[in-house]
């Protein structure tokens, strides 16, 4: 991102003239590909009285009252009516039955601001944004009465008005309008459904995938265009132009700015710098990470995207996504991902596309489905980046998608809060995968959204899950016990569905934590003292592996994978470790010495990289460790409290100190840790400068051999380091503690800490005082799934035995 951070104040400084709108989105829609225009007739308004039109602006009208519609078939549809005198917008309502197969379209759109956001498109959109306020509601005309719309709904009703009055941009011709009435309606949820029937609202949510796979067509409405629209529809023509090999093979690299020559080499069209940052807006709009366009789109029969008066094809959206994707999969890495803000998930732009696209893909085939690929779990992982303003849709917005079997069993209710929706949801994806696979998505308390809410169940509302262990390489219980061991719940009245009762072994207590770097900005790349301080704690060698204490750390922030899923890590990564170590200490270097040119910097803060290492070599010298052996050594830091874990020994001088104290005690002399002397010598001469200057700017770069450090992140965010009792070393959720336990589940790939519960659980509203806990079943608090170096392949059972015993989650 730091990257983008000095191309995007170049070429982002000020915003792009603003042109004539020459694309004839609408038109083209209208005529072209479906002659919607054809099938949306403008009823002739009778004009209102001057006194009407005067009553309309100055006095409220009667508000527009919904009558219950007849059956469970039935739905609502728009037929767009004109305009006022005034400018207002007038619409009419009808009812249909989905049974007499009526013709319409259908309208696929976000509520709220359309508007890209992220990067340098932020400050656009926090300029519109009240604009699009829930309590900034416009008024329109529906048979006569008021209703309120928000405003992105509005901006869609004037495109279609401008296109069907013979706005001169779309250039209509008068035969345009001229045919049934039965052809010109629309279904748009916000007007057609009650917003205020809960029970309405359920019943019409539980129907939408026929709504959607009924319509003639779905129009996809982006918004209002801005200063990117028209490049990025050009940008989307031509990258989905490109033959798929040659753009793969090329020198082009997407969403990068590069010289032209560089595509012309390829016989390929160039596509400059503020191109991609056009598409990046588009790919950047808010309908992309919507949930409930997953439905909308998958079930359609037909797409048609509009942006303004822009039409974009949904053919070539997709064509150009997946050369991008074919492109960034020769490259290694995603590029789009700069565009990406500090607290978001680096998901590419490209990713929702293509999902939607293979969706798309495998819904319409003619060949039978694969089994599972419409199961709720599945859903639940792959529209997990999706957004939803009622978190109960997270769960209910997908429903249209699942197997039959799996949508007679929900009663979509409103009524429910997100809490219960997603509990039931949990328990449900268990009993029917049998496997504790879902609890591994538990994110860490400290995110959560949602409060009072039970431990052992995901936050579905939160955008991200950071899954470790569950990819088929590890079965912490072994082969024996691969499915949960569910345990009925006593009654507990109401509330019940807040617990969990399952058979688990507690096999170890937390005793040591490394420090938590969630909060920080890019804490993947900070060099954290307290690991070298948790690996001196390691017998030597690991006893549960054999292996050297260094080789264990790494092994354990990558959660001994690779960059992909594949485990054990390859030995190299060893090699990559060390580099990235001393390139962490590089970057400490420089930003200790920029802070002690600050007024009153603190004490050890070091004056360079030179000035450290020499404290730390007279600091050594003076405590007399000079003359002392590799066991001695070993002896002086092997034992809690652990050596310099105090948080005033977090400065560079100090984590110098431990890293040479870890690798003169290594056993053979060859850690994977940097001495004091591979530090200097990489410090004069690099092989991975991972902090860069671009002006008066620092981002920080990919090594050459990025595979650690991706696999490293890709485990280590919102986790930290954690030691037990019997030893093990461990990668667990940010809010372990001092106390906490480890527990196996059989089910499960990998172990869990879960916290002992102290206050007899947790109160939920309505939820009854059950009083003494009669049964005595331990109560505990699920924190997080963990990866624990030397047990993941059953050998916590072959060692020790595996007494199982029943446990309750709150």
Known sequence: MGGFGHEGKEAFGGLLPRTRIADKGFSTLLNDDTNFARNIQILKYNKMSDTAETAFETEPREPYRYEPLPTLSSIRLLSVVGKGQDGSVHVSLKTVDLEDDPFFYALSYTWGNPHANGVDFTAHFNAVDNEYSPLERSPI??????????????????????ALGGHQEYEQSPESFSLMKRESDIWIDAVCINQGDMDERGEQVRIMDKIYTKAAHTIIWLGRADEYTPAAAKTIEKVAAYPREAFVQSGATPFRRQDPEVYAKSNLAYTDWMDWCSLAALLKRQWFTRLWIIQEAILSRDLVILCGKHKISWTDLVTAARNIEARCQILGWNPSTMFIQAHEIAVPLEHNVLQLADWRDRFHSSTSTAPGRFTLEKLIYDTW???????????????????????????????????????????????????????????????RKIAMYPSWVPDYSLPYFNMMCNYGSFAVAGPQYPTPQLVPSPSLGPDSWSRLRLRAHIFDTIVETANERTDYVNSAMLLEPSWFELALLLKAPYPATGQKRTEVLWRTLCADQDAGTASPAPARFGMLFKELVSAMVVVRAELEEEVSQEPDPPRDCALSFAQALQRAKEVWADVGWAGLSAEQIREKTNSRPRFLGRPQFGWLVHTLIKLQALFVTEEGGHADTPSWGELESFQEN???????????????????????????????????????????????????????????????????????????????????????KRDHTKRFRLIGESYVHGIMHGEALATEGFGLEEVELI
């Not at 009465?145 to 004037?158: C, E, F, M």
């Open 141 to 162: 005309l529906c048979d006569g009465k008021r209703l309120k719309i928000q405003r992105n709904l509005l901006d869609v009703l004037h495109e279609f008005l401008d």
């Open 385 to 447: 980046v999706f957004h939803s303003g009622d978190p109960r849709d997270k769960v209910y917005g997908i429903l249209g998608l699942a197997d039959p079997e799996v949508r007679a069993g929900w009663v979509i209710d409103y009524s429910r809060s997100p809490e219960k929706v997603f509990a039931i949801t949990t328990k449900t994806i268990i009993e029917q995968s049998q496997s504790f696979k879902i609890l591994s998505c538990v994110q860490d308390a400290s995110k």
């Open 686 to 772: 690099p092989s991975y400068v991972m902090r860069v200057k671009n002006g008066a700017e620092r981002s920080l770069v990919q090594p050459k051999d990025p595979a650690f450090k991706n696999s490293f992140q890709r485990r280590y965010g919102k986790r930290k380091l954690f030691y037990t009792e019997k030893g093990y070393l461990g990668l667990g959720p940010a809010s372990a503690a001092v106390g906490d336990v480890v527990c196996i589940m059989p089910g499960a790939a990998g172990p869990f800490v879960f916290r002992p519960d102290q206050e007899g659980g947790i109160k939920l509203e309505n939820q009854p005082d059950c009083g003494e």
